[in-house]
Each structure stands twice: as C-alpha cells, then as structure tokens.
C-alpha cells in the first residue's frame, strides 16, 4: 500500500474494553433471544452444516412461519434455496394446519378454540384469553445475529456465502453480549469470490477474479451519532445502486419488521461491495470499493466506530444533533487521518447550537464545510445520492487509504477485538496447507512431477481395463488377447505399486488423518482456497455472463474448455490416493501381493469421511474419462459399514452440457458445494451425499440420496462415431443407470447431446429407465415464460423423428426408436421444466432472481414427491448400488 494506505492509528484497545460496552442488561438479552428461538440448545454444540442441509417435512412445503422458533429454519431453508425474501421475518398467525411442517391436523386443530354464543358468557371471555397472540416481532438482524452465533465456522462461512449471492449485507462484526466480546468475521468471509471488470489508467481493460477478501479498495463507512431522521441503510441502498430503484442490501426501516427494536443486534456491523461490470450505464463506481455499516449509535458502540475510523478512507456521519456531547465525543478523533463527512437532518429548535458545535469540530477534524451535508424532507433525495456518488469517486481519485479485509481484521486485533479466524485448530490447518501450497510454483508442472500415478500413467491402465471389458461383452473373445491385457495391466500396475507417495501427498494424507474433525474439516477448506488462489493467479477466461458484456472490446476471445487444465484441486490429491489403492489391490486380487503387505487399505475410509463432511467425491476420473472401480467399491463398502442400519439409498443424477447451470440447480436444491463455472471445474463426475431426517425417512422410503453432478463432459461429441462419443454414451449410461431420478439440463430445446439419446436407448434395453426431469434453463437473461411444469409429450421434440433415427442408429424390429418414445412414452416418469434465468439483472451485482429460485425449490419438491410415490425406480441400498457400479 502507498502513502497513508498502512497508516493505521489504533487505541490501546483491549478484551476490558469490549466487556465494558455492553450494560449489564444486554447479557440476559441474547440469552432471551436464543430462548425466543429454540436456538439455546446450540450454544456448547454448534449448529453444524450437515443439520442445516438434511431433508425433512419441511423440504416438501413453502410453509411460512407461525412462531419465532419457526424462523431460524425458514431462514436457512430460504437462503439455502438463494430466495430474495429469505430475511423477512413476518409470521403468519393464522395459517391453515397445514401449512406447519411435521404437525398432525388433528394435533392443530385441538389447538384452535372457537367463539360459541350458546356457551356462558364469562366462559368465552377465558376462551379468547386463550386464542394465539401476535408474538414478539423479530427484527431480521437480531435473527441473523443469534442464528451465526449459534452456527459453527462452516455453517457461518455456508451462510454468509448464500448472502452474497443473493446480494445480501454481509456481517463483518458480529456483536455477542453473552460472552463479552466482538467477533470480527474474517474466516466466514473466506471464499467468496467475485469477477470484475477491471481498468487500468493505461492500455485495455480486462476481467478479474479475485476473493474479495484480498482486494485493497477504498472503503467507505456510514455510523450514526445520536439519532438521525434519515434512514443510514437507505441512503447506502441508494448510493450502490445505478437508477432510480435501489436494491435492498442492507435491511432498514420501511422493511417488513426493519423498524421494529433490534435486541442484540446493536453494534453490528456489516460490509457490501460496489464491482464494475464494464458497462458505463450501470458502473456507478469505476474500481471496487466496499461500504460498511455500524448499527446503532457510536457512542454506546465506540469500539466499532474507532475500527472504523482505522480502516475507511472516509466516514460519514448521520446526525440530527450536535452538543456539547457528541462535540466531546469526536474530539476524542482529533488525532485521526481519516476523511469526515457529516449528514445533518437539524431539529428547528436546536440550529443555532449545531452551528455552535459544528464550527468547534471543523478544525479538529480538518474538514470544511464542503463535508457538512443537509438533508431534510423537502431535499431531492436523487440528487442528494448523485451528490454522495460524487463524493465517494471524489475521495476515490485522491490520495486515500485502501485496505482489503485482511487489513480490517489486523486492525481489528490492535484494537483487542477477536479473529474467529485465530482459533488454534484453524490456524494449525492453516500451517499444514502452507506447507503443501508453497512448494506449488506451476500446477500443472506439479501435477506431472508430485501426482504422478495420474496423467499418462492412468491413461495408460484405463485403457486396457477398458479393453478388458470390451472382451468380457463379446460372443467369443480370443484368450490369448484376453491374456495379454490382464498381464499388461499387472504390469502396469506393478509400476504404480512399487511407487512411494510423494511428500505432498504424504502431508495431505496425514492432515486427513488428523484425529480432530475440526483441524480435518480446516485443513480441507483451506487447501480449496490455498489451490484455487494458485488457479486465480493464472489467466483465465471470464464466466460467459460477462464476457458478453465487453465483446465489442475485448475483441474474439477463444474460451474453448480444451484451452484451460483441468485446474489443481483437493480432488487431485484423492485421485492420487485412489490410484495407490487400485494398483495395490489389483495386485493383491491377482496373488502377486500378500495381504498382510497393503500399506493403503485406509485410503477409502479417510475419503468418506471427507465425503460425510460435505467434500464432492470423484466417481468419474476427471483426468482420464474412467471409473475407478476398486476405488470407487471401496469407497462404497466403507459408506455401507459407516451407515449400518441407514443404508437405503435414493440416487439422483444431473447430466448436461458444460455452461447449462447443472451443478447450480444442484447446489441451490440441495446445499451442496459442486464447483460452478467453467473455467474452475474439475472436468469428472463427482458425487454428494445428503441425510434424510430420520423422523422423514420412512415417508420418503430412503435414509440419504446420492447425488452425482455429470461434470462437463457430455456434449463434446458430435457425431456418433468415434471414441469421443463411445466414451461420452458409456459414462452416460453408467450414470443413468445408477440413478433412481436423473435431470437432464438442456439451454436450448434442440441441444440434447446425442451421448445422452444413445444412452436413453441402451437403458431401455436393460429395463431400466429413471424418472427423468427435463430442465431448460435461461441462461442469457432473455425473456422466459414463468416457472412451469410441462407434460412431457406437449414438449417440442428436440430431433425429429427422421433426424433420431439416424442419430442413434438403434431399432428394435422394424420401427424407430425415437426421443418421444424413449424419454417422453412414460408422462408419470418424468416432466419438462423451464426455468428463468439466474439472474436477476447484469452480474457482477446481479443478484440471484426470485423467480429462479422458486422454480429450483419447485423441482425439487417434484423430486421429493416423486421419491416419495415410488414414481422413482425402487430405492437401493448400497449394497446393490456396488454390485450396479460392477455391472454397468
């Protein structure tokens, strides 16, 4: 940083100066919450993210709350489904029985008392005493405070992730009165990734991805002293957003409940960022800057506010009043280099006594009165924003201090507010994953010299087995050809047994290994993060959505898939793993390795732990198109012991081209963690497991539902000849023939790749065919028809009868299959879905549309439903998925 960027001034703050900032009172007032909540059970064990993701009654309805302890849960429910609406708390009193999850109607209705005028008089007085009463409102923020509170470092990191994607205020200070100190929100921030358009003063402008914790970026911070008339979380709405309509990022009074009192949620602070996209009709701002926001008054939160002053090249300060106390309170600043702004709103009454104290702080503070702002009701409140826009580049273009977020949190710590990114099991994660990432200057180098069971070698093995198994399906297969193969692959997996593990695979093992479920679940998030900051600081090709957005700029830009490495991943190090258990057992298997002699028989066991974590496990090997079936098995054997007694299954499936939002519609049903984008997802199948509540799963007729993302390898084959294509059906098959539910997602109504046709065929042969959900995404923002369910045969025909016939090049007898009779004969067995587009408006700001929200939480209770119905083939349990994994 240059000039006064590292020029921070910090008090002597210490853990005494946050426990004197609350009054007594405020400590019984988050325990009352918590109460108010059924939140009070979580405070010793946290609520986890695997809690938040199982699917129960509630997953089925679009129920709306009834009490308070309705609320956490709708929250995270709405979040996990990306709703716009997930921060309204309003509860629905008189709701139909119905409408409550897990609640019998005959339970409610014993519960509603009715006015009978043939009863006494004194009797129906006491009936109505008894009637339900409106509950306490509870404010949005309060609810996000005592919900995060409650919530362990991935489900705060999981939420605050949701937040930003809907465009959320996110919480950058988290107050808790109960324990006595603040808690600065560095580790819940990690992760969260943005791209935008970046310009440099010299030569083209170019998109840029980045975390946006890492950014130093001018900040701009808005506290109130006193109280003001005019609404602070307004006027920031106001000032991010380009137009006359403001997005509402930070929740304020004309809300529902936004002007009810906050409880325990004074003093918290929150941040949002402003990111150009390229586009001077919406760029409000020309460089990223973010925006911070302290709830409640300074003076009863003055550590929040001395942060503040630390960190933002300006603050502005909303006030109707300044006496003689705020005068000695801000002259506590004097020593301060930070930029002051004032908004005033002054009492008729009280001008002239403004005006007196005002002149006083002019000197102390250096500013003029060009920083004295008024803004009462007869103001133009756009010309006013246009004025603070102005401002805020003004202060942009000078000389001012830029920080990042990791800055923030140093000052932070001067000023004795705690990290929750400094708890030991953290930090010792963190050291581990440094250990491995620095000695990582080329990935792509370190794939071929520290992986190198992968690559060709991988290639090499998945070649003959594949060989192998052509001649396992044929009439009468030469055994001498057979012979050789299976002594070529003893051979070379010979080669990759007599291998030791390299250094850093041997440290990720260990780290696994570790026997604290909190350092293992770090050491995993910080390795993706550690990794994808290696693939960041490459170049990359933007997402789609915004290379659009500078075509006429940037010129013709080849984004071709085969131009990008599959990117360095954690699911490097696991391939590499599984590759030392497939090699070892085939040579057990064969005779040529005592058992007593396996070092790698635990492999599998530390990989589903991973996958019970919430980690994405490889089904379909990225690296060579192939299925690591001894790996693969292993896993599943171990999941089977690891479930016992809750071992039936449901499996879902997702296939698709690359770039039609299969592996969004997934995490946005679900909660999952499939990579997006395509410039940074791994190119296999990957698979995730999600719990049934138990109190859920004899209705459902499942314990857990296997989720599997095809990855991006469908749809590069173009006709059906050629291993490209014998590849693509295969995994198809493979895939589809796992599945109970399989969803197809398609961009446009004539893009079926044909792997996915020939597979519907091959299927049928074998009498197995999943439900299938056809989902045609809008995945350019152009107008869509509403969220609507259609019968699968008024659907357009994707090929035509002819155009099939000579695409798939299967009969049976002398008619035809075609798509309408392989994919659309059954109308109970599947359904054709259109969903609008994901965003609402132009990235990066964007945020997530209502309208594609509520048409995922309506597949996804179709899906639940169908499950439910046995409309799905019979459920499995793991035992027959392996023996499925085998056959096909």
């Known amino acids: 940083m240059e000039g006064d960027d590292c020029e921070f001034h910090y008090g002597d703050g210490s853990n005494d100066t946050q426990d004197n900032d609350f009054p007594t009172v405020e400590r019984s007032r988050l325990q009352e919450m918590l109460s108010l909540l059924g939140l009070e059970t979580y405070q010793i064990q946290k609520l986890s993210l695997q809690d938040s993701l199982q699917i129960s009654f509630d997953s089925m309805k679009n129920w709306a709350p009834q009490v308070p302890k309705d609320l956490p849960w709708n929250f995270l429910r709405k979040l996990q489904a990306l709703n716009a609406e997930a921060r309204n708390t309003t509860m629905v009193l008189d709701a139909p029985p119905d409408t409550r999850p897990g609640e019998k109607e005959g339970q409610m209705e014993e519960e509603f008392l009715y006015w009978d005028t043939a009863d006494d008089v004194a009797a129906d007085i006491y009936s109505f005493s008894e009637l339900p009463t409106p509950d306490t409102p509870v404010n949005p923020l309060d609810l996000l405070c005592a919900l995060l509170l409650s919530s362990d470092s991935f489900l705060q990191q999981d939420i605050l992730l949701k937040m930003f994607l809907c465009q959320f205020a996110l919480p950058l200070v988290l107050p808790d009165s109960e324990n006595h100190y603040h808690m600065f929100l560095l580790w819940a921030l990690r992760g969260l990734v943005r791209t935008w358009w970046s310009q440099p003063l010299r030569g083209p402008g170019s998109f840029k991805e980045d975390s946006v914790i890492l950014p130093r970026m001018p900040t701009f911070a808005f506290v109130r002293m006193d109280v003001s008339s005019n609404s602070k979380s307004q006027l920031l709405n106001a000032v991010l957003s380009p137009g006359c309509r403001p997005r509402d990022c930070f929740w304020h009074r004309d809300l529902n409940l936004g002007a009810s009192p906050r409880e325990i949620a004074d003093g918290l602070v929150e941040i949002s960022w402003f990111f150009p996209s390229g586009r001077e009709d919406l760029d409000i701002f020309p460089e990223p800057v973010a925006f911070i926001n302290l709830r409640g008054d300074i003076g009863s939160h003055w550590l929040q506010f001395k942060l503040l002053t630390d960190i933002s090249s300006a603050v502005f300060i909303l006030t109707d009043n300044i006496s003689k106390k705020e005068y000695k309170l801000l002259l506590s600043m004097k020593e301060s280099n930070t930029k002051y702004y004032f908004i005033l709103s002054p009492y008729r009454g009280k001008r002239n006594t403004n005006l007196r104290f005002l002149n006083k702080l002019i000197p102390v503070l250096k500013i003029d009165y060009s920083h ?111 012979s050789e193969l299976r002594g070529r692959l003893l051979e070379l997996r010979a080669q990759q047994n007599s291998l030791d593990p390299t250094w850093g695979v041997q440290e990720f093992v260990r780290a696994i290994s570790s026997p604290s479920p909190g350092e293992k679940q770090y050491f995993l998030r910080w390795m993706e993060l550690g990794l994808a900051r290696l693939s960041q600081q490459r170049l990359r090709p933007p997402p789609e959505t915004l290379l659009s957005l500078r075509s006429k700029n940037c010129g013709v830009v080849d984004a071709t898939e085969a131009l990008w490495p599959d990117p360095l991943g954690v699911e490097h190090f696991l391939r590499e793993m599984g590759q030392f258990y497939e090699a070892e057992s085939c040579l057990v298997e064969a005779g040529k390795l005592p058992v007593g002699q396996r070092r790698f028989a635990h492999f599998p066991g530390l990989a589903l732990e991973l996958l019970l974590r919430g980690l994405p496990l490889e089904l379909v090997d990225g690296g060579s198109l192939s299925v690591p079936l001894r790996w693969v098995t292993g896993l599943l054997k171990e999941l089977h012991i690891r479930l016992d007694r809750r071992s039936r299954l449901v499996v879902l499936s997702a ?130 028809p509403s969220p609507q369910l259609r019968d699968g045969r008024q659907c357009p025909e994707p090929l035509s009868d002819g155009d099939l016939a000579v695409t798939c090049g299967e009969t049976q007898g002398d008619s035809v299959q075609t798509l309408a009779d392989v994919a659309f004969g059954d109308p109970e067995k599947q359904h054709v879905w259109h969903i609008p587009s994901l965003w609402h408006g132009v990235p990066p700001m964007a945020p997530v549309s209502l309208g594609y929200s509520e048409a995922i939480f309506e597949l996804k209770r179709c899906l639940l439903e169908n499950i439910r119905n046995g409309l799905s083939n019979q459920n499995k349990n793991i035992q027959q998925l392996i023996e499925l994994v085998r056959r096909l």
């Not at 990582?440 to 198994?469: F, H, M, N, S, T």
Request: proline share 3%; charged share 25%; with cysteine.
């Open 372 to 482: 004295v702002l008024v803004k009462v009701s007869s103001t133009d409140s756009e010309s006013f924003v246009r004025r603070l826009q102005s401002i805020v580049c003004c202060v942009m273009r000078s000389p001012c201090r830029r920080v990042s977020v990791e800055d923030m949190a140093n000052a932070a710590r001067k000023l004795g507010l705690k990290v929750d990114e400094d708890c030991e099991e953290c930090q010792k994660a963190k050291e581990r994953m440094e250990k491995i990432t620095r000695k990582i200057r080329d990935p792509e180098a370190y794939k071929r010299e520290e992986l190198r069971l992968q690559g060709e070698p991988w290639r090499k093995v998945a070649q003959v087995e594949k060989e192998l198994c052509r001649l396992q399906w044929a009439v009468d297969p030469p055994e001498k050809c057979r």
């Open 655 to 784: 296939l698709g081209v690359s770039g039609t939002g299969k592996s969004t519609l997934l995490n946005t049903m679900f909660g999952l963690r499939f990579a997006t984008g395509k410039s940074n997802s791994p190119r296999g199948a990957f698979m995730q497991l999600v719990e049934v509540a138990e109190g859920f799963s004899q209705d459902l007729g499942c314990d857990h539902i296997l989720v599997i993302d095809s990855g991006g390898w469908i749809g590069g084959a173009l006709t059906t000849t050629g291993e490209r294509f014998e590849l693509e059906a295969s995994l198809a098959t493979l895939i589809m023939g796992l599945s109970n539910v399989t969803v197809v997602s398609l961009a446009e109504t004539r893009d079926v790749p044909l792997a996915l046709l020939h597979a519907f065929l091959r299927l049928e042969t074998t009498g197995h065919t999943p439900s299938y959900q056809f989902v045609y995404q809008n995945l350019h923002g152009t107008s869509a």
